[in-house]
C-alpha cells in the first residue's frame, strides 16, 4: 500500500508540538531535527499575512537521495523514502542533491523522517500526526489523503483563492501532500524538485549497463585470454621450436643458446629478425672468456 | 673452461643478477644475460617503480571505490574507513605524474610523445589487432617502442585519469558547493571514468598474460626473442642507439660497448 501524509499548511498553528513529539518519539540526538517550523509573516504594514513554514522530507517518488544514495542505505518502501542508518557510508550525496534540502548528517551517517516505520509497522502513527493539536497532519493511504488535500482546499478557496494542493504530481508524487494556501511557490516549495539529469541517467541505464559490460569484459578476458595465449604459445614454438618462455624463465633459453632457435629461418617471422637466427647462433650467451671476466 | 664450469658461474651470476636487478640496485646494462637468455632493457628502476606506485594505488581505489558501486559490498563502506582509504590512495595515484617527471624527466615525455604519435605502421597494426589480440603477433605490421595498442591504452589511460582525478578532487573538495546538478555530473563522470579506466586494465592484463610479458615489468628487461617478435623497430632502435649488433656478435657482452658504461641512463631507445 502506498501511503503518505497530509500537511495541512492552512491548519497549521506553529506550535512544534509535531517537533517536539518526533523528536522524543524517534529518540532523536541533540541537534538533530526532523521536521522545522518556522513563521512566515508576507506583505506589507498593515495588511500582512502569517502563517508557518513546515519543512520536513516529502517522500519524493522520484526521490534524488534514493538515486544518488550509492549503498542502497536510502531506499523506498510503501510510497515513502526510509534509511538503513546501518547501511550509510558518509558520503553525503544525498545531503547535496536533495532539492529540499532535508538530509542531514549526524555522526558521520545521513538522517532524516523515515516515516516513523518502525511505529507504523507496529500498528501506530507516525508520532507527527498522533501529536498535532490542530488536525493539521493525517496519515493514510494516499489515495485518500489526495482526496481529503482537494476537499480541504474545496472548502478554504473562498478565503484563499490561490489555494492548491502541492506534491499530487512533483518529483514523480510526492509522500507529503501539501494544502498550500497561497502559491506554493511563495510557500518555500520548489515548482519541480526533480532528479538530477546526469544522477537518473547513472542509475537508471549507465550503472547497470556499466556493471554489464565490465562483467562481460572480464569473463570475456578470462575465456579468449586462455585460448589467446595457447595461439601464442603455438606461435614461439612455430618460430623458435620452444616455448619461447620468458616470464616462465624456465621454458625457453635454459642451458645456453644451443638449441634454443632450431625453428629459425622457416618461421612466419615478417620481421626476420628471430627467423633469420640459425640454432647456436641465436642465443648469444656470453662466451666462456665472458663468463671468465 | 669446463661447461660445468660455466653453468656453475652463469648460475651464481644469474641469481644475484635477477635479485639486483628487480629491485634496481646494481648498475643496470642495456643488454643482460639473465638466467641464459640475452635481454634487453625496456623498463628503467624509475619507470618500473612508478607503475608499481600506479598499480598499487588503482588497485586499492578500485577496491575501495566498488562498496559504493555495488550494493552487495556496500558493508564494507559503513563507518567510511574505506574513503579514508580511497582517498589515501588517491593521494598515491595523484603522485604517478609528479613523481616520474621526477624519477625519469624523459621516459615521461618519451610515454607522452608516443601515445599520441601514430605512424602508417601504427594505424596498420590497429586495423589488425584482432589478430593480435587472439595470440599471433608474428604477422603484425611492424611496431617501435611500443605498439599501436599500447599507444592508444595509454593515451587514453592519460585522457580518462585525468577525468577520473579531476572529478575526484571535486566530491572531494568542493562538493559541499556544488548544485545538485553538479554533484550529480561530478559524480556520474567520476564513475564513468574509472569504469573505463578498470576496463582498460582488463585489456592491460590480458596482454600481459597472453604475451607473458609480467618478466618484463618485474625486471626491466624483455627477451630479445620476444622484442624481436613484437617490437622489431625498436629492436632496430635500441642496437643503433646502444651500439650492439644482437644478431652478429652473438658473444656480445655489453661490458665491451663504450656506451654501456653510462647505466644509468639506461638503452637510448
Known sequence: ?293 | MTETTVEREQTTEETVDRRALVLGKRTLRPVEVIEGEVKLQRYRPGQRYVHLLMAVSFTVLFLTGLPLLWEPLSFLAEGGYTRIIHRVAAVGFLAVPPLYLLVDREGAKELLRDSFTYDRDDVRWLLNMGRYALGSASQMPPAGRLNAGQKLHHALVLILAAGVVGSGLTLWIVAGDLTDAQLAWSVLVHNLTAGALVLLTIGHVYFTLVYRAVDRMHTGYISKHAAELEYPKWVEEFEQANGVSLNDAPGQSPDEDPSAADDDEGPRA
Open chain 1, 1 to 293: 500500500m502506498r501511503s503518505a501524509f497530509l500537511l495541512d499548511l492552512a491548519q497549521c498553528i506553529g506550535c512544534e508540538a509535531c517537533t517536539i513529539a518526533c523528536r522524543v518519539g524517534n529518540e532523536l540526538p541533540q541537534g538533530v531535527r526532523y521536521i522545522q517550523i518556522s513563521e512566515r509573516i508576507r506583505g506589507e504594514f498593515p495588511d500582512l499575512v502569517g502563517g508557518f513554514d513546515n519543512h520536513r522530507c516529502y517522500h519524493c517518488t522520484d526521490a534524488a537521495c534514493v538515486n544518488v544514495c550509492p549503498s542502497g542505505a536510502l531506499f523506498q518502501e510503501d510510497g515513502l523514502t526510509r534509511v538503513n542508518w546501518d547501511a550509510c557510508t558518509g558520503c553525503e550525496y544525498c545531503v547535496s542533491s536533495c532539492p529540499y534540502d532535508v538530509p542531514v548528517m549526524n555522526d558521520g551517517v545521513a538522517t532524516k523522517c523515515d516515516g516513523c516505520r518502525d511505529t507504523v509497522n507496529a500498528g501506530g502513527t507516525p508520532w507527527c500526526v498522533e501529536t498535532c493539536p490542530s488536525d493539521a497532519l493525517q496519515f493514510g493511504p494516499r489515495e485518500e489523503i489526495v482526496a481529503e488535500a482537494h476537499r480541504r482546499v474545496d472548502r478554504i478557496r473562498d478565503k484563499y483563492p490561490e489555494a492548491q494542493v502541492y506534491g499530487e504530481s512533483q518529483a514523480g508524487g510526492l509522500g507529503v501532500l501539501v494544502v498550500s494556501p497561497e502559491d506554493p511557490a511563495r510557500m518555500g516549495l520548489p515548482a519541480a524538485p526533480e532528479v538530477p539529469t546526469a544522477a537518473a541517467v547513472w542509475q537508471e541505464a549507465v550503472k547497470p549497463a556499466s556493471f554489464f559490460v565490465t562483467t562481460l569484459a572480464a569473463v570475456g578476458a578470462g575465456v579468449l585470454g586462455v585460448i589467446a595465449r595457447r595461439n601464442h604459445l603455438r606461435e614461439l614454438a612455430h618460430l623458435h621450436g620452444d616455448g619461447g618462455g620468458e616470464e616462465s624463465g624456465g621454458e625457453h633459453g635454459h642451458g645456453g643458446g644451443d638449441g634454443a632457435l632450431p625453428g629459425g629461418g622457416d618461421g612466419p617471422d615478417p620481421h626476420g629478425a628471430a627467423a633469420a637466427e640459425g640454432p647456436g647462433s641465436a642465443d648469444p650467451v656470453r662466451t666462456d672468456d665472458e663468463v671468465e671476466r
